[in-house]
């Protein structure tokens, strides 16, 4: 749908595939789009407006873009690349002398949000996100798959190893192997009492010069353990569920990429979305699509980082 406001929907919202829900909602499209637009223009005008009065509050550095060097392991390092710069971490290419594991002179830093945002304190979000995605690579850091974590550089950044190789593209052939293997690694994730909940996003998924997939980015995983307490049924009901969905979004890109893979029946699940995924595209999807269309205005308008380079990884 053009706008993304207006909702037509006779679906069957199946919880365990067993009791089918109907339900009709309608916004009509003309009055959809003035709201959408009108919130656009809001949306913009707030950005701007923030950056005329001292920073970007779009970026996690604020109008600062990420250290021209830092120190990994003891060795320091120079930015060569910015890979992705948003609202939540900055996420940079370094290159060093190669004396940690593997003689790899290359690392990946990222460094969670410092900037304020609308004259709020925001630098503690970058410093529980960071906390929290570097307790995820530490309960994943047996796995070949995963990009090797170096150390934690300070309250709000990491490192971890650069995995050579670009980020799955729309419509990519890839490899005979390249999904089974994909499919191993999250079973894998999960093993480990852990969901990756971000595997909706293409670009998440990473197509090494090998051939083989690597995971990147557990901003948003979850992991439910012992500590949980009182609350673990309840938490692992929800962790549960994001495995469902992990399972759903691999195949569905399994089924964008190499149909010929797939059977009948996994090609039908891969098009089957629970009631969580049909409620989260509900509600997050018009939210997307003007964040989207904000982003793009204001990138018109204010100048990106020096070292930003075209998005073939994100």
């Known amino acids: ?12 919202l199946r919880m365990d595939e067993s009791i089918a829900i109907p339900w ?15 919130t656009e223009r809001f ?28 120190r990994v392991q003891g060795v320091p390092h120079r930015c060569r690349r910015v890979f992705k710069h948003d609202f939540f971490a900055a996420t940079s290419l370094y290159e060093g002398d190669g004396l940690y594991e593997g003689d790899s002179r290359l690392a990946v830093v990222k ?3 410092r900037a304020d945002c609308l004259g709020l304190p925001m630098a503690w979000l970058g410093r529980l996100a960071t ?16 990009p090797a974590f170096l150390e934690r550089i300070g309250p709000d950044m990491f490192a971890h190893v650069f995995v050579p190789g670009h980020t799955l593209q729309k419509g990519e052939q890839v490899g005979d192997d ?32 090998d051939g083989r997939p690597y995971l990147i980015d557990f901003q948003i995983s979850m992991h439910v353990g012992p500590g949980w307490g ?30 010929d893979q797939l059977t009948d029946e996994q090609i039908a699940q891969s098009r089957r979305r629970s009631i969580w995924i049909q409620l989260h595209r509900w509600l997050t999807g018009p939210l997307a699509r003007i964040r989207r269309r904000t982003l793009q ?13 075209p998005g073939d990884r994100s």
Request: proline share 5%.
């Open 24 to 38: 009709r909602l309608r916004i009509q499209r003309k009055q959809g789009a003035r709201i959408l637009d009108r």
């Open 230 to 259: 009182p609350l673990g049924g309840g938490a692992r009901w929800v962790l549960r569920r994001f495995q469902q969905s992990d399972r759903y979004h691999l195949l569905k890109h399994w089924r964008r990429h190499r149909p």
């Open 297 to 309: 205005r204001v990138a018109k308008r204010v100048p990106t980082d020096p070292l930003a380079a």
């Open 131 to 146: 906390a929290h995605e570097t307790r995820m690579y530490a309960r994943l850091g047996s796995l070949e798959q995963i």
């Open 1 to 12: 749908m053009e706008h993304g406001l207006r909702v037509s929907w006779g679906i069957s």
């Open 178 to 209: 390249f999904f089974p293997s994909l499919a191993a690694l999250l079973d894998e994730v999960h093993r480990r009492d852990m969901a990756y909940v971000d595997l909706e996003k293409r670009e998440n998924i990473l197509v090494g010069d």
């Open 111 to 113: 460094i969670g949000r």
């Open 43 to 70: 949306c913009v005008n707030v950005a701007m407006s923030v950056r005329v009065h001292g920073f970007d509050a779009l970026r996690a550095l604020g109008r600062s873009c990420p250290p021209l060097t830092v």
